[in-house]
């Protein structure tokens, strides 16, 4: 029996290739009595990986000899120990192509499987756009006229009481008023949450001043917008507006919720074909590396900027503040 | 007696504000719409004075009727009555010629009052609205002309700031620290008693530091 290294050891098979040579006439002699095919396969198929390196065994079992080994039997075993080791190469090679093939034909897939999940997303994104903004309208048209109505129809009941002073109805109208006008508020703030329809209407600037407004409002963080007024900006495809508008969005929600800031500022600039909106806060900050960073929506936000073709940056460190940056090409 | 239009997509409002302004003897509704087509012909034929105007309509915006309105009838004074409360729509509203916006949820109370101060040329807004409007076009920032007193790197940083750049931009632009950026910009934030990057960009703007066309590379 004979351990031999099959590919880590090159001197080896070197040696073993050289003293081959030499020997190869006599041993080919040797073979012949042999079916030499068959030992190869064995060889091949036996070799084991030990430790990172292979190693084969290659036994000679013949009853005629077993009285010591022979020199011509030697010279066999280094024959078919380099054959072996060079079928194994050969073997190992086809494999790695194979491997290889596989990778990039999975490479291929998963490009073109990202591609249709990038346009899935777009579309479903696009469509929840859509009928946020048609819930929106119908809630400022439908039920914010339904109530307009409740409220005119109880100025109507509570004018004549007023004439002839029925204090119980004039304060239970007065409530009913109050209800009115709450829902009315409601379903404005709801409407706008879902879709401003002056995004559609107006454009992004106003949008935008509403939100900020909103926030300051709702969180007491002093906040504040300003949109480029370049003029780049007025022919923002409603794709981008859209897209900004919600990665702002998340991002302040972010402030509000874990940056324990005081001021926030979003700013919107237009320079170089490039739409740059930053989102500013001068809270605790966190490491964008950490695992929490996971939980903040950027990967929302990143692919709202990918369907326009943008990014998104995340800019902080713990204790000063954080940025988030999109950048997104307009034409 | 003041003449009035209404112009509403939805029968039950309209109703609801004929009421309201038909209750009053010093006013009288002379039509109704539905549509900004409505609208327009109703304007032409009754030429009231003034026109009671919704912003959501099945064929178009409110506004466009309301640019449409006065063109045909000059002398129609339009008071917007919208359920909107974005100071946006208020601004467009009264470019297309609007002389009035206030929201439904005071439509109660406030409709007459609005109907006769537009009818007599004075112009309203919601006092809430008003409030935000004034909010909106209050200067944010001071200027202290160009500058004010900041150092000329402290200018360059402004214009950066400005320009949408993060400090870390800054730092490799200018061939400096991240730090010094930081204390750049405390130091122009104290200067300037400027607070947000927001009024740094409004400031920086109107002292016309962003017209020498740099882009943020």
């Given amino acids: 029996m004979s351990e031999f290294p099959v590919r880590e050891d090159t001197a080896s098979l070197e040696l073993w290739s050289a003293r081959m040579r030499v020997l190869l006439s006599r041993a080919l002699d040797v073979a012949s009595e042999h079916d030499l095919p068959a030992v190869l396969q064995q060889i091949v198929e036996g070799a084991a990986e030990v430790a990172g390196a292979r190693y084969a065994a290659i036994g000679v079992d013949d009853a005629e000899k077993q009285d010591g080994a022979h020199s011509a039997d030697e010279a066999l075993i280094m024959a078919l120990a380099a054959f072996a080791a060079s079928a194994i190469e050969n073997a190992e090679l086809v494999t790695a192509e194979r491997v290889h093939a596989d990778a990039v034909a999975r490479q291929v897939a998963a490009e073109e499987s990202e591609r249709a999940r990038r346009d899935v997303l777009a579309a479903v994104i696009a469509a929840q756009e859509s009928e946020r903004a048609r819930v929106s309208r119908d809630l400022h048209d439908d039920i914010g006229q339904a109530l307009t109505s409740v409220l005119l129809g109880l100025r109507l009941i509570e004018g004549p009481a007023q004439n002839e002073p029925d204090d119980d109805l004039v304060r239970r109208v007065d409530e009913l008023r109050q209800l009115v006008v709450d829902a009315l508020r409601r379903t404005r703030r709801l409407a706008f949450e879902l879709r401003p329809t002056v995004l559609d209407d107006v454009g992004l600037a106003p949008a935008l001043a509403r939100l900020v407004a909103d926030t300051a409002e709702r969180s007491g963080l002093i906040v504040d917008a300003v949109v480029d007024s370049a003029p780049a900006l007025g022919e923002m495809p409603p794709e981008v507006a859209t897209a900004v508008y919600r990665v702002v969005q998340e991002a302040l929600t972010n402030v509000v919720r874990h940056a324990r800031a005081t001021n926030a500022s979003v700013a919107v600039t237009a320079a170089a074909g490039r739409l740059r909106t930053l989102v500013e806060d001068d809270g605790i900050g966190f490491d964008p590396t950490g695992p929490v960073s996971g939980h903040l929506g950027l990967k929302g936000m990143k692919e709202r900027a990918e369907l326009v073709g943008g990014t998104v940056r995340v800019v902080s460190t713990p204790g000063s503040g954080t940025t988030v940056v999109l950048e997104v090409p307009i034409a | ?186 130091h122009i934030q104290q200067k300037l008693d400027i607070h947000s990057r927001a009024d740094l960009v409004r400031f920086a703007r109107d002292a016309g530091l962003l017209d020498q066309g740099s882009s943020p590379e």
């Fill in chain 2, 1 to 186: 007696m003041l003449r009035v239009a209404l112009c509403d997509d939805h029968g039950v409002v309209r109703g609801g504000l004929r009421r309201i302004l038909d209750a009053e003897v010093d006013l009288e509704v002379v039509g109704e719409a539905g549509s900004v087509r409505e609208a327009v012909t109703l304007a032409e034929v009754e030429r009231p004075d003034v026109f009671v105007m919704d912003l959501g309509l099945p064929d178009g915006s409110g506004i466009t009727a309301t640019a449409e309105v006065r063109r045909v009838s000059p002398n129609t004074r339009v008071l917007i009555l919208t359920v909107h409360d974005d100071v946006a729509y208020l601004r467009r509203a009264f470019e297309a010629g609007a002389d009035g916006y206030m929201v439904k949820e005071a439509a109660d109370v406030e409709l007459v009052q609005a109907v006769r101060q537009v009818a007599g040329g004075r112009q309203y807004v919601h006092p809430t609205l008003g409030a935000a409007l004034l909010a909106a076009d209050a200067p944010h920032a001071r200027p202290h002309g160009p500058g004010g007193d900041l150092s000329e790197r402290e200018i360059e940083v402004l214009r950066c700031i400005a320009l949408g750049m993060t400090n870390a931009e800054i730092a490799a632009q200018l061939f400096v620290s991240v730090r010094t950026v930081e204390t750049h910009r405390a």
